[in-house]
């Protein structure tokens, strides 16, 4: 996966945006599990598409909006925009209500994914790379090295599955009828 922008909220509306450093521009190796997910989100998606219509506008955007309405609700509604950060917050917060898990901010995942990744044995360096942190310090140091010198290594340890690797996997969203 390749992250090259970011949606953000300017006001009222949702921009996309180039992303704060040069560093944050990286391709991702992603585990079979999630592209699984990607790939069977990608099939709804088409199939939203194909049932809404002219009310679908092409974003080119992975998760997008999308919600049937009764007639005369809401069917001026474009659907296939970007998704608002308050309702990507209440669908999390109403899925870890669901899970009895205790409420957290979208960001904060992040952090939860980093540490079941230390959990797995796989390296900082590895984990600060797969979540675009930038470098500490402008000189290079060891782990910069070895990791310039192992992506076929850091592919394979990431995209293979293990159970707790599978965890990160648990607040995945049913589409909504």
Known sequence: MRVRQQLQKVGKSLVLQPLKTEKSRRTL?????CIDGLKAHRKRQ?????ESGDRW???GLVFTSY????EGKGRGMKIGAGLDPRNVSRT??????AA???????HDLR????SLLIAEGIELAEISMLLGHSDSGSRPTSTDTCRSKRPRRRRARWTRCSPA???LAVLRSEPET
Not at 92 to 97: A, T, V
Not at 100 to 106: D, H, V, W
């Open 67 to 70: 919600r049937l309405t009764k």
């Open 46 to 50: 088409l199939e939203e598409r194909l």
């Open 100 to 106: 009895k898990l205790p409420r957290c901010r979208f």
């Open 92 to 97: 999390l917060h109403s899925l870890l209500e």
């Open 29 to 33: 190796a992603l585990p079979t599990l």
């Open 165 to 167: 690797s599978r965890r």
């Open 57 to 59: 506008i092409d974003t």
């Open 111 to 114: 952090h939860s994914a980093a």
